[in-house]
């Protein structure tokens, strides 16, 4: 199984920001909320997750930079 973004669906509005603004087509909607489709296309740009304003949807991991 491909992770992804996770979905609080008591949370989700159905409002379909996050679908509009994924680039590789990972999140639908299936009725009045988004669902996380498998796709190995996801590149974490946590795109979705900025505009969530429900705070429905995150992105379970950590971007982290290091220092050369």
Do not use: H
């Amino acid at each position: 199984m491909i992770e992804g973004p996770v979905i609080d669906t008591g949370k989700c509005t159905g409002c379909g920001l996050c679908v509009s603004v994924c680039q590789y087509g990972a999140l639908i909607m299936v009725g009045n909320v988004v669902t996380v489709i498998e796709t190995k296309q996801c590149d974490w740009c946590t795109d979705c997750e900025a505009v969530c304003i429900t705070g429905a949807l995150r992105c379970p991991f950590e971007i982290v930079i290091e220092n050369a």
